[in-house]
């Protein structure tokens, strides 16, 4: 158990859904993440999110919108997705995103495939 | 903007053989590595980390890293693998604010 959680799972939707991922942290972090991981791709950080504010927002397509109530909680929400959008979401949270020794513990991902 | 590259896209050995897996980047400033693995089914997981001292460092599970600032590499290396080390291990390099991810390398391990 790495104290990252990620709800859902698993998520199959169409390219007209709307539908959010969930992910939580009980670490006492401050800094949380989001990426993608696709097959025989590198990881690719899509949001970061510092003491509740965005850092990074590595040229993401506006399909996909983050959004961090607190320093516990992300979520990644999704519209009009497309079919190359199929990918493992991973979370990730840290203790700052400043200071090379914070390590990321991640969770375990929601696999999204979009029809 | 940097990158990170891990030559080996599939490795397979047997137990008992030594492991050497590459990793390089292409970040000429400070920089702070990392390895991460990723077992079957399971959440990816840090094995270990370079931020600064002995460029020689040791992690879980008998893992180790050597930094060469001067070939911009931190290869991963084990003397003798286990089944159980069957896996995908991510080399990892933190430069400034930006974190970056190597492509992966899958390990599959012969009993």
């Known amino acids: 158990e790495t104290g990252v959680t990620q709800t859902p799972r698993h998520l199959v939707m169409g390219m007209t859904n709307k539908k959010s991922l969930k992910c939580e942290q009980h670490?006492?972090?401050?800094?949380m993440y989001w990426y993608k991981q696709s097959a025989k791709k590198p990881l690719e950080l899509m949001f970061v999110y510092n003491f509740k504010e965005q850092t990074e927002n590595n040229s993401v397509p506006s399909r996909f919108s983050p959004e961090c109530p607190n320093s516990s909680h992300l979520f990644l929400h999704l519209h009009t997705l497309q079919p190359e959008d199929s990918a493992l979401y991973l979370c990730?949270?840290?203790?700052?995103?400043?200071?090379?020794?914070?390590?990321?513990?991640f969770g375990p991902g929601t696999r999204l495939t979009v029809l | 903007a940097q990158s990170v590259s891990q030559h080996n896209h599939h490795v397979i050995l047997s137990e008992a053989a030594s492991l050497e897996l590459g990793c390089n980047y292409s970040?000429?400033?400070?920089?702070?590595l990392f390895w991460y693995v990723q077992y079957p089914g399971q959440h990816l997981q840090l094995l270990l980390k370079?931020?600064?001292?002995?460029?020689l460092v040791k992690g879980i599970k008998g893992f180790e890293a050597e930094f060469i600032k001067s070939k911009f590499s931190f290869n991963l290396r084990k003397p003798s693998v286990q089944w159980s080390d069957t896996a995908e291990y991510f080399c990892?390099?933190?430069?400034?604010?930006?974190?970056?991810f190597g492509a992966g390398t899958r390990l599959t391990v012969k009993p």
């Open positions: 370079y931020f600064s001292g002995d460029p």
């Open positions: 670490l006492g972090h401050n800094a």
């Open positions: 970040y000429g400033g400070t920089v702070n």
């Open positions: 990892a390099v933190k430069a400034l604010e930006d974190m970056r």
């Open positions: 990730a949270s840290s203790q700052g995103f400043s200071g090379g020794g914070n390590e990321q513990f």
